[in-house]
């Protein structure tokens, strides 16, 4: 049995404690946070503490907040014995390597509250100190995942750059589209049957591959086109820098 405790009580803590509750070889037996109200949810299945004084033994200590924050939840973990881990994207491993034993448990994923994932598909990113905190790492990742990475603090940095570009980036490119849809009265609805196939597309063919539009067709009149289109002059610099970069890419520039 793997005794965890989590600290944090947004996001990823969240998807953590309910993805760890299921698995008969790991207990949860304490999460601590700041906000009193929110620990109100994991009350009925753990010990919860706004205390950093009052943290309990356990095997594994997940620290699921803010980049700033983990080193002040690291600080006061010094006399534990057990396997201390921070679940950032950006953040070193070395930061943490006060203790004698410390790691990396990040889940590569984008986290949205009210949102259910299946766990079983998010991979897993693990890095830690020695072999032995490593297997425990697998161990506890492997009761909830079927992908597990080994994978070190340089690469998860440029992974997380990656995430951003993917997830965030792209995310901002629906929200521009959903604005226009909305000042021009159009059912964003229409858009996403286009979003799917164009994440699912990738299943099959290689990003550079899958590119379509009028920059990859060097069509640059219908590029100029709806520049002069756009009225919001941040949204004419995208997509000029985009197309631009499209038409590099593929061996043609503007």
Same mark, same amino acid.
Request: hydrophobic share 40%; charged share 15%; proline share 3%.
């Given at each position: 049995m793997i005794e965890v405790v989590i600290f944090g009580t947004g996001n990823v803590a969240k998807h953590l404690f309910d993805a760890l509750l299921a698995p008969k070889n790991v207990n949860i037996v304490q999460v601590i946070g700041r906000n009193k109200n929110a620990l109100e949810y994991y009350s009925t299945y753990a010990n919860t503490s706004t205390d950093l004084n009052t943290i309990l033994d356990a095997d594994v200590y997940i620290i699921a907040v803010s980049d700033p924050a983990i080193g002040i939840i690291s600080e006061q973990l010094k006399s534990k014995k057990g396997l201390v881990v921070h679940?950032?994207?950006?953040?070193?491993?070395?930061?943490i390597s006060e203790h004698d034993n410390y790691g990396v448990f990040y889940p590569l994923q984008t986290f949205t509250k009210g949102l259910k994932l299946d766990f079983k598909k998010i991979p897993f990113c693990l890095e830690a100190s020695n072999n032995n905190n490593l297997d425990l790492l697998k161990t506890l990742a492997s009761s909830v995942s079927d992908n597990i990475y080994e994978i070190s603090s340089q690469q998860r940095n440029t992974l997380h750059i990656c995430a951003i570009f993917i997830n965030n980036f792209s &995310?901002? $490119?629906?929200?521009?589209? &959903?604005? $226009?849809?909305e000042n021009n009265k159009i059912p964003f609805d229409i858009l996403k049957t286009l979003i799917?196939?164009?994440s699912n597309k990738i299943e099959h063919v290689s990003p550079f591959d899958a590119q379509t539009g009028p920059a990859r067709r060097n069509d640059?009149?219908?590029v100029n086109k709806h520049i002069d289109q756009l009225e919001n002059e941040?949204?004419?610099?995208?997509y000029s820098l985009l197309s631009e970069m499209i038409l590099k890419t593929y061996g043609k520039e503007l």
């Open positions: 679940t950032a994207g950006s953040v070193p491993m070395k930061f &995310n901002y $490119m629906y929200h521009i589209a &959903n604005m $226009m849809c799917h196939e164009t640059v009149a219908t941040d949204y004419k610099k995208i």
